[in-house]
């Protein structure tokens, strides 16, 4: 059963923020959207903001007291690949370093349509890389929407480069499948309040910039995961990517992958960005630290 707050928060998304988001086609109106949506953040308390610069790659450390210092999940941030910045997922970044105990690096990947694939692909890439050379081990990657498509393709570009993969993969409603084949697609189009079909192909064609939509590195579903480390999908029942989290299981267990696929009942797409305000979004988030903690803990042995 939904929360009171959860009842509260998805009107708000249906009658107000879904229907204006999904109206807009300019690219500098949605990011300023996004980021006033997502202005509201109450962080955790006893942790510390650095901005750093990696390359030409800004980015942003965020530090749970306690934390060790080598330890450190990568985070790419959703947005379509056109909009969002570490500032739009830093509450969700927070609450999953505290969480977990553990040093979260966001990053602000390049975006399309001025920057499209494979320049995302790219950053993610170089910024991991860094993290090994600095020696950060076990290292998780996660991301939610086309982060966690982006978190999934730059481990299988990194595992066919001979890299070591992260100990852990965190997918948060991952869009999976940029040929946009998933059946709920249809089934959910209704009932996501938040995430539209005609938002889901602008992003697409912005991205794609004449590149097949198959490809695994664009799309991670057509892809194969062999000698990925554990797997955690999360994602609501009422999105209209639920199809996406659904194949990526399936598929990622068929390969091998040690998966743990948990579906979200009355949630939308991107709920977690609610934490520290929804019930929902503070459970997930400490399924996913429980998650990092129990995995990263067993590579580290």
């Not at 990568?74 to 739009?88: I, K, P, Q, V």
């Amino acid at each position: 059963m939904i929360s009171y707050r959860g009842f509260l928060i998805r009107l708000i998304i249906k009658h107000w923020v879904g229907p204006k988001f999904n109206q807009m086609r300019a690219i500098d109106e949605q990011r300023i959207w996004f980021a006033k949506i997502t202005r509201l953040q109450l962080l955790p308390r006893d942790l510390s903001i650095e901005n750093v610069q990696i390359d030409d790659i800004s980015a942003e450390w965020i530090r749970p007291r306690g934390a060790a210092e080598k330890q450190a999940i990568l985070y790419l941030h959703g947005g379509g690949y056109m909009t969002g910045s570490y500032a739009t997922h830093r509450n969700i970044c927070a609450h999953i370093a505290r969480a977990a105990g553990m040093n979260v690096l966001s990053i602000n990947y390049r975006l399309a349509p001025e920057h499209p694939f494979p320049a995302a692909l790219e950053d993610a890439q170089n910024v991991y890389r860094r993290l090994l050379r600095k020696e950060y081990s076990p290292v998780a990657i996660a991301g939610d929407s086309a982060g966690g498509g982006l978190a999934l393709g730059t481990q299988l570009a990194l595992r066919d480069s001979g890299d070591t993969l992260p100990a852990v993969s965190i997918c948060l409603s991952p869009w999976t499948d940029l040929k946009l084949t998933g059946d709920s697609l249809i089934s959910n189009a209704a009932i996501d309040p938040f995430l539209k079909n005609t938002t889901l192909k602008f992003s697409a064609t912005s991205y794609l910039h004449d590149h097949d939509p198959a490809l695994p590195l664009i799309s991670p579903l057509y892809g194969d995961f062999q000698g990925f480390g554990p797997m955690l999908i999360q994602v609501g029942q009422d999105e209209i990517l639920l199809s996406d989290s659904e194949r990526l299981a399936a598929r990622a267990e068929e390969d091998g992958v040690n998966v743990t696929f948990e579906t979200w009942d009355h949630m939308w797409h991107g709920w977690h960005i609610f934490a520290g305000l929804l019930p929902e979004s503070d459970q997930a988030i400490n399924s996913i630290g429980e998650f990092i903690k129990l995995h990263a803990k067993a590579t580290a042995l």
